[in-house]
């Protein structure tokens, strides 16, 4: 029946099978049955430790006669009779509860879930840390190996080999996490934990794996540099991760009224927590009740809460399985397309603002909802942008190929421009500000919605002189150095260096990040020089101390920085596109 089992596995996926029969052996399977099961027993053993005997206190949790002690020292404390108070301390210290008195229903139902909710933890970490260290290991073995060049030739398609190894790699993970099924549904249901929320704890987790394994791969696949270095980092992020939104979730100042809500979500503590209120025995209630999107009250209910952590995990993994199978077959491609570039901009966009608007108090309004996020806001789709250019930025020879044979399909001016929008090998100045221009909308809309000239409701970090025209041409100021880093990466990729990805990253990093630094290190703060904040990164600090003709005169300077580098880059590409022929008649 095992052998008929696998034979179908290797019909309907060879990859499967191809790891499973490298990974199922007779010792690797009895080694995780019995770590399976010796992990249980220490579980089970751990909670046992607080197993009521005859020195049971009588003010213990379980015992029943707790209740009367705590009746008799209020009325004493009520008469204020301090040496009934003592004689009352000193006979329940020195008794200890009968043990019919002890409350053993409760006792065992507390002890079955803390069982449950322990193994929910261990299952979570096991998962994603334990799989994402083996895919990713799995990967640089095969690049080692030279065996994953094979692999690309096979006539499988992407998604079978693929869907292989998510399913094969941790194969002994899953056999870890199957025989401790059992005893989690067994403890689960001791506990008279609901079974609906039980089975959406697990599609929670299957989700997550699916997600986080998704991610490990395309991270073994894009960055091979690292070599030995790629599954203790892949895996020790997603731990740091784990650990990190576990502990803002057991926080007591916990709060997911903001726009950094999104990126909690990837992690399933939150929504674990809102099945299971006792599993970081907080006393207030899970704040992913309050949970709202674009005011829409998602922790109303489970289905909601659950169903939209499902839905990003499934559309966040859908999104990279497409690099995925874009990477898998050609390591020099592109991790997205242009086209995907601005579904994946315009997806940010609706979930970075959804999770800013909420009301999140009574008196609160669109000025400050926007306002609190602001930070937040400016700063992911900086990290957005910059991630853009570094990925959608093509080399010297793709810019090379389309500018050489571009003619050979392209017959009118009408389509160099939709070369420019679409294709891969083309410049990727207009995709970037596509991609600017559909993050500039919702701020338009924000603009338009807003009493900009209530300075009653102006938002904490515009004061009193914030103003439709200098929020207008701030956003145009930062459009404008966006465009400039993304000139300033193509024309680095366009020389003929070695390393030029290092080199782009190196210099788009350094302008990017050091002007501000450097500038509060030696006390130029932004309130006492506003103008020269303008030409830095992060320009919104200035615009409360700036004069909308100050703002204007900036815009003008970095338009004509602009347009001196988009002049560069035409004649570098016009250049690159020649012939060697050309090129060697005219002298170059």
């Known amino acids: 029946m095992m052998l008929n089992l696998i034979d179908k596995i290797g019909d309907w996926n060879p990859q499967l099978f191809r790891e499973l029969k490298g990974r199922l052996k007779i010792f690797n399977v009895a080694i995780a049955v019995a770590t399976s099961l010796l992990l249980q027993m220490v579980v089970f053993l751990y909670q046992l430790r607080e197993f009521p005997d005859d020195q049971y206190a009588l003010t213990a949790t379980y015992c029943r006669l707790r209740k009367v002690y705590e009746l008799r020292q209020n009325q004493i404390y009520q008469q204020s009779n301090q040496p009934q108070i003592d004689d009352l301390n000193d006979f329940f210290s ?41 895919l990713i290991n799995d990967l640089a073995k095969e690049e080692t190996r030279g065996t994953l060049n094979f692999i690309r030739l096979s006539p499988q398609s992407e998604t079978s080999i693929l869907t292989g190894k998510l399913l094969g790699v941790p194969s002994l993970v899953y056999l870890v996490i199957l025989a401790a099924i059992p005893l989690h549904l067994w403890s689960g249901s001791s506990a008279r934990i609901a079974s609906s929320y039980i089975f959406s704890y697990y599609a929670i987790l299957a989700a997550s794996c699916i997600f986080f394994y998704s991610a490990a791969l395309l991270f073994g696949l894009v960055t091979r540099w690292f070599s030995g270095f790629q599954p203790w980092l892949g895996s020790g992020a997603v731990l740091l991760f784990l650990f990190t939104t576990m502990v803002l979730a057991s926080s007591y100042s916990n709060s997911l009224n903001n726009s950094t809500t999104w990126f909690r979500l990837f992690s399933p503590w939150d929504t674990t927590n809102y099945l299971f209120p006792n599993l970081f025995n907080l006393s207030k209630a899970s704040p992913l009740k309050s949970l709202e999107f674009f005011y829409l009250p998602l922790g109303a209910n489970i289905v909601s809460a659950v169903g939209f952590h499902l839905l990003n995990l499934g559309l966040c993994s ?67 942008v910059l991630s853009l250019i570094a990925v959608l930025s093509p080399h010297r020879q793709d810019v090379q190929d389309w500018a050489r044979y571009r003619h050979q399909g392209v017959s009118s001016h009408k389509n160099v421009w939709q070369d420019l929008i679409w294709a891969e090998k083309s410049p990727a100045l207009v995709a970037i500000a596509i991609n600017l221009t559909i993050i500039t909308i919702p701020w338009l809309v924000w603009i ?96 409360e101390y700036s004069g909308a003709t100050t703002i204007f005169m900036a815009l003008l300077a970095e338009l004509t920085v602009l347009a001196l580098l988009n002049f560069q880059l035409t004649r570098q590409v016009r250049l690159a596109g020649e012939s060697a022929t050309k090129a060697l008649l005219a002298g170059r």
Request: hydrophobic share 50%; charged share 10%.
């Open 94 to 134: 020195k008794n200890f509860c009968p043990q019919n008195e002890i409350d053993w229903q409760l006792w065992w139902r507390d002890h079955w879930e803390y069982i449950f909710l322990s193994l929910s933890v261990i299952f979570v970490f096991t998962l994603l840390v334990a799989g994402t260290y083996l």
């Open 318 to 384: 859908y999104g990279i399985f497409q690099a995925l199978k874009r990477c898998f077959r050609n390591s020099q491609a592109l991790i997205i397309s242009k086209k995907q570039s601005y579904l994946l901009v315009a997806f940010c966009q609706v979930m970075m603002w959804g999770f800013s608007l909420q009301h999140w108090n009574i008196n609160s309004t669109l000025y400050n909802q926007v306002g609190q996020n602001l930070i937040f806001l400016v700063l992911y789709n900086l990290m957005l």
């Open 448 to 543: 338009s919605l807003t009493s900009v000239f209530d300075t009653d409701h102006s938002p904490n970090w515009a004061g009193d002189n914030f103003d439709r025209l200098k929020v207008l041409l701030t956003i145009a100021l930062s459009i404008s150095l966006m465009m400039i880093y993304a000139t300033i990466t193509q024309l680095i990729l366009l020389l003929k260096t070695p390393k030029r990805s290092f080199w782009a990253i190196g210099t788009i990093s350094a302008v990017t990040f050091l002007p501000p630094m450097i500038l509060e290190f030696i006390g130029m703060s932004s309130w006492k020089h506003p103008t020269v904040w303008l030409f830095s990164t992060f320009p919104w600090a200035a615009i």
